[in-house]
């Protein structure tokens, strides 16, 4: 019988591998082992059988632990059921572009807006995403609850890496860094009706985008996947889906609405 230590190691391989696949499990191994032991500091290309395209990650940064939440433990498992068609998929809070790439993937007739406000990031996510051509429309910008200006906020939030950007709104005679998005102009550009799948994933700034002008997309949204971030957050969300039609759960991290049928 196995030490308990090496048995955990061992079903942790075996997940990856069943995840990624098994070249693919071995890469993604053999780049944190990289990251962690040799101080690489390239950018190199990570591969998964979720992922129709290869995808650049950036060593020293929170890349890989993104990666591994979408394409080794598949927190968007969730949507698996979700039939979308040639739909839209709106994807707030695309960091390098590894949950567009999922969904780009997983539906692949569908087409999708993403948003990222981080210029960093946002250079990542245009290359990772490039080879889906006209399916793909990405904006480096934040989503908000109407047309304001906002700039990246000097705080540090969660662990401070790069998936934790957050935005906020200019204060009196500050120039904005970017103007915000709302999710009914995104819907009412894409020329779409109606939103199949709308994640959610803005460090806190689901707290301003529930807070106000929601009620006229909110009802055309079919399914709606979000990270909520503390309580006001939750309040403020919870508040805005009451009586709108969706069944709630929970899937790890992640908020899960699904409207009934």
């Known amino acids: 019988m196995l030490p308990v230590k090496i048995e955990e190691k061992l079903q942790g391989y075996r997940r990856t591998a069943s995840s990624l696949g098994l070249f693919p499990a071995i890469a993604f191994k053999l ?14 290309t990570l591969f998964s059988k979720h992922s129709k395209y290869p995808l650049k990650c950036r060593p020293g940064t929170s890349d890989l632990d993104v990666f591994g939440q979408i394409f080794v433990v598949r927190e968007y ?5 979700v039939h979308v068609g040639a739909g839209l998929i709106i994807d707030c809070g695309g960091n390098v572009g590894y949950s567009s790439a999922y969904f780009l993937s997983r539906f692949p007739e569908a087409k999708i807006l ?5 210029e960093e990031n946002f250079r990542v996510l245009a290359e990772n995403l490039a080879p889906y051509g006209d399916r793909c ?7 908000w609850s109407h047309k304001t200006g906002l700039v990246i906020a000097e705080s540090t939030f969660g662990d401070g890496k790069e998936w934790s950007r957050q935005v906020r709104a200019t204060r009196p005679g500050e120039s904005p860094a970017m103007h915000a998005l709302d ?4 819907l009412k550009a894409s020329g779409f009706a109606r939103i199949s799948i709308l994640k959610i994933d803005i460090e806190g700034g689901e707290a301003a985008v529930f807070s106000a002008n929601y009620e006229d997309w909110i009802g055309k949204v079919d399914n709606l996947v979000i990270e909520l971030h503390g309580t006001d957050c939750e309040a403020a969300f919870f508040r805005a889906i009451v009586g709108r039609g969706f069944d709630v759960s929970r899937c790890d991290e992640l908020t899960v609405c699904k409207r009934k049928s």
Do not use: M, S, T
């Open 77 to 81: 498992r969730c949507l698996d059921d």
């Open 137 to 143: 429309g990405a904006f480096c910008n934040a989503v």
């Open 114 to 118: 993403v948003v990222e406000p981080d």
């Open 183 to 186: 999710i009914g102009g995104l």
């Open 31 to 44: 780049q944190k082992l990289r990251g962690e032991f040799a101080g690489h500091r390239h950018p190199y």
